[in-house]
């Protein structure tokens, strides 16, 4: 299957071709922007499928995080990655940062567990707990910095993200959230078929409730 990988969720702007039957990535265009996603993203793309040497004709599945991160970001990629299904008469699946930065921290570490602690600044945590084969163990919630400091005490073993040193008992902050686009085609490529279409994760705010990836419905704001 050849996927289509997009990420906007952050301070990059990303793109990746991915054969998912070679497991090889043909093609990867990663740009660390700010902001400015919706007049970049589809300018990666093309270099994305002029690195595989493909059409976008051959793209068969689209794969794009959902969140949590950048609020105008997440739009414009869950956007295009709709448009490009809709064109194309393929699937787009969605996938959370959460789950993608668990999948990224393992395919470096190794299959153990893991919880992905994200700083949502306002003294809360986005926060989801995977077992070593990548299932997730607890719901991605938004919590208070001490229920997520409990949380984690409880689990115990090794947490990753920008809220890690914060879980840790350490006052600073660290560098912003990253992972590789390639984590985003190789997750979205072993998606089952007929899931919801890929949609914002709000995990503040009155229409907000917990979430876990493929397996809830998901909420998009009008």
Same mark, same amino acid.
């Given at each position: 299957m050849i996927v289509l990988a997009l990420d906007t969720s952050g301070g990059d702007?990303?793109?990746?071709?991915?054969?998912? %039957?070679?497991d090889a990535v043909?093609? /990867?265009?990663?740009?660390?922007?700010? =902001?400015?996603?919706?007049?970049?993203?589809?300018?990666?793309?093309? =270099?994305?499928? *002029?690195?595989?040497?493909?059409?976008?004709? %051959?793209?068969?599945?689209?794969?794009?995080?959902?969140?949590?991160?950048? &609020?105008?970001?997440? /739009?414009?990629?869950?956007?295009?990655? /709709? @448009? &490009?299904?809709?064109?194309?008469?393929?699937?787009?699946? @969605?996938?959370?940062?959460?789950?993608?930065?668990? =999948?990224?921290?393992?395919?470096?570490?190794?299959?153990?567990?893991?919880?992905?602690?994200?700083?949502? /600044?306002?003294? *809360?945590?986005?926060?989801q707990s995977f077992a070593a084969d990548g299932s997730s163990v607890t719901n991605a919630e938004l919590l208070p910095l001490d229920d997520a400091i409990s949380l984690f005490s409880r689990l115990g073993g090794e947490v990753f993200g920008s809220a890690a040193i914060l879980l840790n008992g350490e006052a600073n902050a660290a560098e912003p959230d990253r992972f590789e686009i390639t984590a985003v085609a190789r997750l979205g490529a072993a998606r089952p078929q007929g899931g919801p279409r890929p949609a914002p994760l709000y995990l503040r705010g009155p229409d907000a409730r917990p979430q876990t990836g493929f397996a809830l419905e998901r909420r998009a704001h009008a």
């Open positions: 702007c990303a793109a990746c071709v991915y054969d998912s %039957a070679s043909l093609g /990867r265009v990663c740009e660390t922007i700010g =902001k400015g996603h919706a007049e970049r993203l589809m300018g990666i793309v093309d =270099k994305a499928l *002029e690195a595989a040497n493909l059409d976008l004709k %051959a793209v068969q599945r689209i794969a794009v995080t959902i969140g949590p991160g950048s &609020f105008t970001g997440i /739009r414009v990629g869950v956007s295009a990655a /709709r @448009g &490009f299904a809709l064109s194309l008469g393929i699937e787009a699946v @969605g996938l959370t940062t959460l789950e993608v930065m668990a =999948k990224d921290w393992q395919d470096q570490h190794g299959q153990k567990p893991v919880t992905i602690a994200l700083d949502a /600044r306002r003294g *809360e945590v986005y926060i």
